[in-house]
């Protein structure tokens, strides 16, 4: 992760030299629409947060429509001028939004609003973790095979000569999405106070809409009959499996590049999937699901089903013009989860 680290430090001061360049054709297009501030969001879910919240009231950019994952992308010469131009900048705050900071300082328009999530949430971040059996990447922490999952107790994770890493994966959290909207509408309100009204009642109108699909989730995995899931993949919904007290065993953490799972991990997840008597091996989107085949091929009982968890991390344009929603995959999730817990 620190060899990756610096390596984005050294692309992204070659992309803003570009973008001091390419910025030079381009007028500040901040209020440019209509009086309309001008906001960018990196993931989809912010995306879709603030056009719930602020609808037709803002100017509204999602720079990774082009479906690239969030750990992977990197911003353009192009993508600079929007960011640096804008009147509002959202984005996640983890390890992979490295390039943000500097980006921030060299800001064109110097009344720009960050807003960073992770800082946002505060004492709601947690630490990445490795639990029994996942297969730790180069850059994560060395932890022994049979550490048990321990929703509560971060601090075993913390070492001496390494700093912490915090899973940036917050907004698969429904709780953690309530509160970050509920702050975003405070910075729009005040922002635009001739639309305060209408901004604070879509506000409201999708937190409680969120809210409610919470408990929904709540109901469902409380009347479930197993409390545990599989991951034959990277685990990105460590919040949201703390939201439900839910266990889980994975092949990778979530923000690993790690594609091939070692026989240790396969023989692990095969048999811990014949012990808990599970019948749905998940991954995530975009799997080509090689692990989970694996998985299932070395386990007693080969008719597990393999079942996808949406986090989200690669919204497309077009799946946005297709009318994918935050709720809509959240909702799918669950519809996912109820086949895996039952």
Not at 155 to 163: A, F, P, R, T, Y
Not at 261 to 276: C, I, N
Request: glycine share 4%.
């Amino acid at each position: 992760m620190k060899k990756k680290l610096l390596l984005s430090l050294v692309c992204f001061s070659l992309i803003f030299a570009g973008a001091l360049c390419f910025a030079a054709e381009v007028k500040n297009p901040a209020f440019s629409k209509a009086g309309k501030i001008k906001v960018v969001t990196t993931i989809f879910p912010i995306y879709d947060w603030v056009k719930n919240i602020a609808g037709e009231n803002v100017d509204l950019t999602y720079l990774l429509e082009g479906g690239v994952d969030l750990h992977s992308w990197q911003p353009s010469a192009q993508d600079m001028v929007k960011i640096t131009t804008s009147d509002v900048f959202i984005y996640v705050g983890g390890e992979s939004d490295a390039w943000a900071e500097n980006a921030l300082k060299n800001a064109m328009n110097k009344d720009l609003i960050a807003v960073n999530l992770m800082d946002m949430l505060a004492d709601k971040v947690r630490t990445e973790e490795i639990v029994e059996g996942m297969q730790a990447a180069e850059h994560d922490h060395d932890h022994d095979d049979d550490h048990e999952h321990d929703i509560a107790d971060d601090s075993e994770h913390d070492h001496d000569d390494e700093e912490e890493e915090y899973d940036e994966h917050v907004w698969l959290s429904l709780k953690n999405a309530a509160a970050v909207c509920d702050g975003l509408s405070e910075i729009f309100c005040s922002l635009l106070p001739s639309k305060a009204d209408t901004i604070c009642s879509s506000a409201g109108a999708y937190i409680k809409k969120l809210s409610d699909l919470d408990k929904e989730y709540e109901r469902t995995i409380k009347n479930s009959k197993k409390k545990v899931i599989l991951v034959a993949d990277r685990f990105p919904f460590r919040y949201l499996v703390d939201d439900y007290d839910l266990d889980y065993y994975a092949a990778f953490v979530g923000c690993s590049a790690e594609t091939e799972a070692s026989f240790k991990t396969v023989a692990f997840l095969s048999g811990k999937s014949d012990e808990l008597g599970l019948n749905v091996i998940l991954v995530m989107e975009k799997s080509d699901k090689k692990i989970a085949d694996t998985v299932i091929k070395n386990s007693k009982k080969k008719d597990k089903k393999i079942m996808t968890l949406d986090s989200m991390q690669s919204v497309t344009a077009k799946q946005v013009a297709d009318g994918a929603s935050y709720y809509a995959i959240m909702k799918g999730n669950l519809d996912v989860l109820k086949k895996a817990l039952n």
